[in-house]
């Protein structure tokens, strides 16, 4: 088995994996409330900053394909049907219910804070503290 199977997201595949867990065992209340502190602190200037420097590390790590192995994982978690209703073409009351996909609105923070942990290692602990601050009250991180 070569290491890039074993090791999908890089060194710190065991936190993400850990993470993925326990946010699919979420409930409809914590992640209301992970929703409700990640638009408190998302919009903050150093939230931003730190988002940055999150963007940087991946890139200058190499670490591109790590993050996009999380896509996978993350879009079975959040994503939620949506039946779409289309216009009738006739005069009868027939409706089409294709089905689109709408993200729940607790993946942005779930994002952030699993990209923070693939790459854990390289950035210092008070940028993953912030880009995991909406999870601290649900799915606490302890220390590295």
């Known amino acids: 088995m070569s290491a890039a199977i074993a090791l999908p997201y890089g060194p710190q595949t065991a936190a993400v994996r850990g993470f993925l867990v326990r946010l699919a065992g979420l409930g409809a209340a914590d992640r209301a409330a992970v929703v409700s502190r990640y638009d408190a602190v998302s919009t903050t200037r150093a939230y931003e900053a730190a988002d940055s420097r999150l963007g940087d590390v991946i890139t200058r790590s190499g670490r591109e394909e790590a993050r996009d192995a999380l896509s996978g994982p993350l879009m079975q978690l959040m994503k939620r049907p949506v039946a779409a209703i289309t216009e009738a073409t006739s ?3 027939d409706t089409d219910t294709d089905t689109e996909l709408e993200l729940e609105p607790i993946a942005e923070a779930a994002l952030a804070a699993l990209l923070s942990l693939m790459v ?11 880009l995991t601050d909406a ?10």
Do not use: E, H, K, N
């Open 91 to 93: 005069t009868d009351t």
């Open 120 to 130: 854990r290692d390289l950035l210092d602990d008070a940028t993953v503290r912030l």
């Open 135 to 144: 999870f601290s009250d649900t799915i606490p991180l302890g220390s590295r």
